[in-house]
C-alpha cells in the first residue's frame, strides 16, 4: 500500500488533504507535518482524529519519511524554495511551480522564484484537460480549475479578447491564517471585489488557454464554494458539443442539461464541479457558468486526483462524489 506524507497539514488545504487521503482505501498516512503543532497528536488539529494517526512532526522530517507521494501544502514561497524527494510522487496545492516563467513570480507572487531551472520539470495537471505528466505536479488554483473547466475546451472556438471571467469564492480560499477581509464584520453581509488586475491565478489561466483574459475575483459571505460566470464571444461551432465531448468520460465534471444552473450548494463539500452553457440573446455571447467548492476540486480534490492518476491508483479513489447532503 502506497503511504503519504503531508507537510502544511495544518491549514484548510492540508486538513482537507488529510480528510481525502483517510478515506482513500489504498493510501497510508505515514507522516503530517506542522512546524506549528510538531509533538502534538493529530487531534490538536481535531478532535475527530483518533489515536491511529502519527503524531505532528516539523515539516524537514515529514520530508524525509520516504513516503510513495508527498501533498505539500505550504505557502507559495515556502513551497518554492524546498527540494523535492527523489523517486517521490510531489503534489505541491501552492502556487510555487504553476507559473513556466519564473520571471512572472515577482510580479504576481511578490518573490524572485529561488529555484528558476525546476520551473520545467513541473506538470501543470488539471486531469480532465491535462492529465499529470511525471512525478512533479503542481496542482491548479481554485479561480483557474474553475475558469478552466469552462473555457480550455472552448479556447479555438471563442475570440480571446471578449473573454471576461467574473469568480466569486468564500473566505476559505484565503487560508486559515486570520487577515482583516477574513473578520466576521467585514465578509458577513457583504460582497467585494478584491485584487482586481493582479490576482495571482491570472497567469496561470493566461498560460493554460493561450490568451490572457479579463479576471476580476469576488469574496462572497459563505464558508467554501466557487461560482465562475465566464463571457465570450464565440467564433461558430457547437459550444455545447465541445464541452460534453471533453468531460464525457470525466465522473468529476457534470455538463447539467439546458435549463438547469448550477448551485454552490450542490457542489459544497464535494470533489465535483458543475458547468451550465447559454447564450445571452441581446449580444450573441457565450456565458460558461462552473461551480466547485474552493478546498475541494479547487485544491484538496484536485491533488488527491492527480496523485491517483500518478500513482496509476483509481483517479476517483478518495474522493467526495457520491451523496445528495442538504
Same mark, same amino acid.
Given at each position: ?5 503531508i507537510?502544511?497539514?495544518? $491549514? ?6 488529510l ?6 482505501p489504498?493510501? /497510508?498516512?505515514?507522516a ?6 510538531a509533538?502534538?497528536p493529530?487531534?490538536a ?5 483518533n ?7 516539523p515539516?524537514e522530517?515529514?520530508l /524525509?519519511?520516504g513516503?510513495?507521494v ?9 513551497? %518554492?524554495?524546498?527540494e ?7 503534489v505541491d496545492?501552492? =502556487? ?10 515577482p510580479?504576481?507572487?511578490?518573490f ?7 520551473l520545467a ?12 505528466a ?5 496542482n491548479? =488554483?481554485?479561480?483557474a ?10 479556447a ?5 479578447a471578449?473573454v471576461v ?7 476559505s480560499?484565503?487560508?486559515r491564517?486570520?487577515k ?5 464584520g467585514?465578509?458577513l ?17 493566461a498560460?493554460?488557454?493561450g ?5 476580476v475575483?469576488?469574496?462572497?459571505p459563505?464558508?467554501? =464554494?466557487?461560482?465562475a460566470t465566464?463571457y465570450?464571444?464565440?467564433l ?5 458539443g ?17 435549463g438547469? %444552473? ?18 445571452d440573446?441581446?449580444t ?24 491517483n492518476?500518478?500513482? $496509476? ?9 457520491a451523496?445528495?447532503?442538504?
Amino acid at each position: 500500500m502506497p503511504i503519504a506524507a503531508i507537510i502544511g497539514a495544518s $491549514g484548510y488545504s492540508g486538513q482537507e488533504t488529510l480528510d481525502r487521503v483517510l478515506r482513500h482505501p489504498e493510501l /497510508e498516512v505515514v507522516a503530517l507535518g506542522s512546524d506549528s503543532l510538531a509533538g502534538e497528536p493529530a487531534s490538536a488539529l481535531d478532535l475527530r482524529l483518533n489515536g491511529s494517526l502519527p503524531p505532528f512532526v516539523p515539516n524537514e522530517e515529514a520530508l /524525509e519519511t520516504g513516503a510513495d507521494v508527498l501533498f505539500v501544502c505550504l505557502g507559495h514561497e515556502r513551497a %518554492a524554495a524546498f527540494e523535492p524527494p527523489p523517486e517521490t510522487v510531489v503534489v505541491d496545492l501552492s =502556487g510555487a511551480h504553476r507559473l513556466q516563467d519564473p520571471a512572472l513570480y515577482p510580479a504576481w507572487y511578490g518573490f524572485e522564484h529561488p529555484r528558476p531551472g525546476t520551473l520545467a520539470g513541473w506538470s501543470y495537471a488539471v486531469p480532465e484537460l491535462s492529465p499529470p505528466a511525471g512525478r512533479l505536479i503542481a496542482n491548479p =488554483g481554485c479561480y483557474a480549475t474553475a475558469a478552466l473547466l469552462a473555457l480550455l475546451p472552448l479556447a479555438g472556438a471563442v475570440d480571446p479578447a471578449s473573454v471576461v471571467v467574473d469568480a466569486k469564492s468564500g473566505v476559505s480560499g484565503a487560508g486559515r491564517e486570520l487577515k482583516p477581509s477574513s473578520h466576521a464584520g467585514f465578509v458577513l453581509e457583504n460582497l467585494s471585489p478584491y485584487r482586481v488586475g493582479s490576482h495571482q491565478h491570472a497567469p496561470e489561466i493566461a498560460q493554460a488557454l493561450g490568451f490572457p483574459v479579463c479576471f476580476v475575483p469576488h469574496l462572497l459571505p459563505v464558508r467554501r =464554494g466557487l461560482l465562475a460566470t465566464c463571457y465570450a464571444q464565440p467564433l461558430g461551432g457547437d459550444l455545447r458539443g465541445l464541452l460534453e465531448e471533453a468531460y464525457a468520460d470525466s465522473d468529476v465534471v457534470r455538463v447539467l442539461p439546458e435549463g438547469v %444552473a448550477p448551485e454552490l450548494a450542490r457542489v459544497q463539500h464535494t470533489d465535483g464541479a458543475e458547468i451550465a452553457l447559454y447564450e445571452d440573446a441581446a449580444t450573441g455571447r457565450a456565458v460558461v457558468v462552473c461551480a466547485l467548492d474552493n478546498l475541494g476540486k479547487g485544491a484538496a480534490g484536485q491533488a488527491l486526483q492527480n496523485a491517483n492518476l500518478a500513482l $496509476g491508483l483509481d483517479e476517483t479513489a478518495g474522493l467526495r462524489l457520491a451523496g445528495v447532503l442538504v
